[in-house]
Nanobody
Framework: QVQLVESGGGLVHTGGSLRLSCAAS????????LGWFRQAPGKEREFVAR????????YYADSVKGRFTISRDNTKITVYLQMNSLKPEDTAVYYC?????????????????WGQGTQVTVSS
């Protein structure tokens, strides 16, 4: 099993930055992809970014390209989401997730394990 715990959410003004962390434990992560999703009230959970544990191949949703950066620290078994130039529309609960890489890994159904979420609020 894989366990994921998010942290780092908070309240920032438009244009500010936050770094989210996802501490992971469980199996070896060499075959896994780690993703970030977000869900605003009344909306479906949407893909934000993902990274393959091996090789650090990344992919981003168009809405966050150029502003967000996903990375991982192998020594700490932690995935990060650096969020810059934040906008009010980025406000949501952010979740990290893990699953076996499928070649796409941008659908929630492709992930097997989920963290509890951390709230990000961006004021205008």
């Amino acid at each position: 099993q894989v366990q994921l715990v998010e942290s780092g959410g908070g309240l920032v003004h438009t244009g500010g930055s936050l770094r989210l962390s996802c501490a992971a434990s469980g199996r070896t992560f060499s075959s896994y992809v780690l993703g970030w999703f977000r869900q605003a009230p009344g909306k479906e959970r949407e893909f934000v970014a993902r990274i393959r544990w091996s090789g650090s191949s990344t992919y981003y949703a168009d809405s966050v390209k150029g502003r967000f950066t996903i990375s991982r620290d192998n020594t700490k078994i932690t995935v990060y989401l650096q969020m810059n130039s934040l906008k009010p529309e980025d406000t949501a609960v952010y979740y990290c997730a893990a699953g076996v890489y499928t070649g796409r890994s941008y659908l929630a159904s492709e992930y097997n394990y989920w963290g509890q979420g951390t709230q990000v609020t961006v004021s205008s």
